[in-house]
């Protein structure tokens, strides 16, 4: 059934709808099995309205979600690595490879691949994709690289399907000239781009961060750190992007990804920083593809994973998301555009434990609110922006076994 009527109704029959995705999980009926409840799906005037008790409800035949949220990929860099040949090492070593592949970045190529990993995107269930693209592919240049027209294009061309925000990956020093900075701030907002910027150890870190907040303050803009990606002590950037928040009282939203070296620190200091975390409004994005294959290098085999505190961050009231970042290239030479294959890796290396129905709303409800977006929870949600799984559990679902398919091509018969 692909067109809806509007004015009836209709039900999808024994299907299981995660309680964590619900605004209002008691006045949504159905019985409770786990995580999830159970029941026909009712739909009505297009949308989800309740659940009704089932004819079997022993065995469910889908699980329904909104679509999904990809908070952070790099659709600049992806699809890379096959033309790379023998590389490997630290982020360092990363970034220098990435560096010498840019000489292949045409306007052709760049489409070919970010195009390849929207669509692998959009087939994972995806109907929100936050991507990031490198700034300064030219160090010396004022203007903005090739990858952001074609990112912008590519946007532009799926509107109707996927929503794409553009994040501007800038280094410390891109900020540090004020009529430099502001021109970017103002090319940023002028494409509804997002403001992004990598801290790890600059020296001038601290400049820039501050410079961050005012261009995000003077031109309406969403900010997204690439921060403290490493493991090695004293990064101190998560900390300072949160006395930064606090002290400017911006109101965000502000995602931070990678933050490794949270690890690094326990006791009472790291209870001091999760609560100044909280205070900020930050959200943490936990990457943990990139993270385990960059960090923790030695001769022999890591035992440093470079894996942020997701269990400590998120009992401090601090808001955790999960996110995909590279594929196929030399930040991460495997992986896959699907975030519920990224969620599941974090489930196994961070000790998420089973129900796993909490953990949903990292790659739905809570990375559209660390995008800016209001969250889509299943009840009172338009059909077209719910999906199908063939899953009858919350585990079956996150082991992503099953491709997702829209609820409309599911509805089953019409009810007066
Ligand atoms: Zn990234």
């Known amino acids: 059934m692909n067109m809806l009527n509007a004015t009836d109704s209709y039900v999808v029959e024994n299907v299981l709808v995660p309680v964590s995705l619900l605004l209002d999980p008691h006045g949504f009926g159905g019985t409770q099995i786990s995580d999830c409840l159970a029941g026909d799906l009712i739909i009505r005037g297009g949308q989800a309205v309740c659940l009704r008790p089932s004819t079997a409800p022993c065995h469910p035949s889908g699980l329904i979600t909104p679509r999904l949220t990809e908070c952070h990929v790099h659709l600049d860099k992806c699809h890379t690595i096959s033309r790379m040949g023998r590389i490997g090492g630290d982020l360092n070593a990363a970034m220098d490879a990435q560096r010498r592949d840019r000489m292949f970045w045409t306007e052709d190529d760049l489409r070919q691949r970010a195009e390849r990993g929207l669509q692998e995107l959009m087939s994972s269930g995806c109907g929100i994709v936050r991507s990031h693209f490198d700034w300064a592919a030219d160090p010396e240049s004022t203007s903005p690289p090739l990858s952001w027209s074609v990112l912008q294009e590519l946007a532009v061309d799926y509107q109707d399907t996927v929503h794409v925000q553009i994040a501007a990956l800038l280094n410390t020093t891109d900020l540090a000239d004020r009529a430099k900075a502001n021109a970017i701030g103002r090319e940023i907002a002028r494409g509804n781009g997002v403001l992004g910027l990598f801290v790890l150890n600059q020296p001038d870190r601290h400049a820039a961060i501050q410079v961050a907040v005012q261009l995000a303050e003077k031109h309406g803009l969403a900010l997204d750190f690439h921060v403290d990606e490493g493991l090695h002590h004293g990064l101190d950037g998560l900390e300072i992007i949160a006395d930064t928040l606090i002290e400017t009282s911006f109101q965000g939203p502000v995602l931070c990804g990678h933050a490794c070296s949270l690890i690094n620190v326990a006791g009472e200091p790291l209870q001091a920083l999760l609560d100044k975390i909280a205070r900020a409004g930050l959200t943490i994005a936990s990457l943990p593809t990139s993270n385990l294959y960059l960090q923790g290098r030695s001769t022999g085999t890591p035992d440093r994973r470079g894996i942020t505190r997701i269990g400590e ?3 401090a009231g601090v808001p955790v998301v999960v996110g995909t970042d590279n594929v196929r290239d030399a930040f991460c030479p495997l992986g896959r555009h699907d975030p519920r294959k990224s969620l599941e890796l974090a489930a196994l290396t961070a000790h998420l434990d089973p129900p796993f129905g909490d953990l949903l709303p990292m790659i739905t409800t809570n990375a559209q609110t660390a995008l800016g977006l209001s969250p889509t929870t299943v009840d009172g949600t338009a ?20 491709a997702p398919k829209p609820l409309k091509h599911a509805l089953t018969g019409e009810i007066a």
Do not use: H, K, P, Y
């Open 313 to 315: 961050l998120r009992t």
């Open 383 to 402: 059909v077209e922006d719910l999906l199908i799984f063939d899953a009858a559990s919350t585990s079956d679902w996150l082991t992503g076994t099953s």
